[in-house]
């Protein structure tokens, strides 16, 4: 592929994720948020590989903080997640019954 079909899709591709992001209602979207964290990974793992592959000093920077910004994605997602379970998790009452 040309950089300009790599650029359009690229540019497509925010649109659409915007559009679909944006129409979730706020009660699914930490839901779905936690089951895309495997998605980030998967995401993750194709940057370490497309940087380990490329052999310009351009494509290694690009690759390198794509590398990082999945990290910080991925990483922020399993966060949100753990406090959004820790919300569900029964309070103690101190009352001692059991």
Known sequence: MDGMT???LFV???FVGF???SKVSTTLHTPLMSGANA???VILVGAILVTGRTSSGLGLA??????VLATVN??????VTDRMLEMFKG????GGSR
């Open 6 to 8: 790599m650029l359009t």
């Open 12 to 14: 497509l591709s925010v």
């Open 19 to 21: 559009e679909v992001v």
């Open 39 to 41: 998605i980030h990974g």
């Open 62 to 67: 690009l690759g390198l903080l794509a590398v």
């Open 74 to 79: 991925m990483v922020g997602g399993f966060v």
């Open 91 to 94: 309070r103690s009452s101190g």
